[in-house]
T-cell receptor, first 114, second 111 residues
């Protein structure tokens, strides 16, 4: 079946601009996660959705970052007033609920802020 | 955040077994041990997970120490396609089940 998809695969933007990154999870997965991965580092947790609500947004670095999942499926990560330090690969994962549930990751969106 | 410690890098010859260690001395009784791997330019993918007992699947085996303060991922016969970064992660059931990744172990497989 279809896995997690993310669009765009690459995004180049200028400092100060607004960007939106999209995640299409596996159908039926109630949990959705966003992570950010800088070069040479492991993925860093940003936000977790259970259904439509953000159950834990403690990983968002500041108020320029926001994410939504209005219908409990597709999610959008929004970054305002981008900075060069926001350049990274943004990963999305989805899973069924439960501590043993596997997370299925998308291929990521590579964001470059010039 | 539940912490794990792994060697930064390891090498293995092709067709030989590989033992990837992980220390998690602060693990609590309900934390699951998960292993994921990340191939170049891809998102992480599930390898195996366990709680107390050793686990086997088609990809690998997971050996968990009796005190659960360490575990070892075992690839029985390394292939070139196993070259990846391997992450050992503790999953805390009473949180959102999000993962806290470390820097992982970069495995190089030598032909």
């Amino acid at each position: 079946g279809a896995g997690v998809s993310q669009t765009p695969s690459n995004k180049v933007t200028e400092k100060g601009k607004y960007v939106e990154l999209r995640c299409d999870p596996i159908s039926g997965h109630t949990a959705l996660y966003w992570y950010r991965q800088s070069l040479g580092q492991g993925p860093e947790f940003l936000i977790y959705f259970q259904g439509t609500g953000a159950a834990d947004d403690s990983g968002l670095p500041n108020d320029r970052f926001f994410a939504v999942r209005p219908e409990g499926s597709v999610s959008t990560l929004k970054i305002q007033r981008t900075e060069r330090g926001d350049s990274a690969v943004y990963l999305c994962a989805s899973s069924p609920t439960g501590p043993q549930a596997k997370q299925y990751f998308g291929p990521g969106t590579r964001l470059t802020v010039t | 955040d539940a912490k794990t410690t792994q060697p930064n890098s390891m090498e293995s010859n092709e067709e030989e077994p590989v033992h990837l260690p992980c220390n998690h001395s602060t693990i609590s009784g309900t934390d699951y041990i998960h292993w994921y791997r990340q191939l170049p330019s891809q998102g992480p993918e599930y390898v195996i997970h366990g709680l107390t007992s050793n686990v086997n699947n088609r990809m690998a085996s997971l050996a968990i120490a009796e005190d659960r303060k360490s575990s070892t991922l075992i690839l029985h016969r390394a292939t070139l396609r196993d070259a990846a970064v391997y992450y050992c992660i503790l999953r805390v059931p009473n949180t959102g089940n999000q993962f806290y990744f470390g820097t992982g172990t970069s495995l190089t497989v030598i032909p």
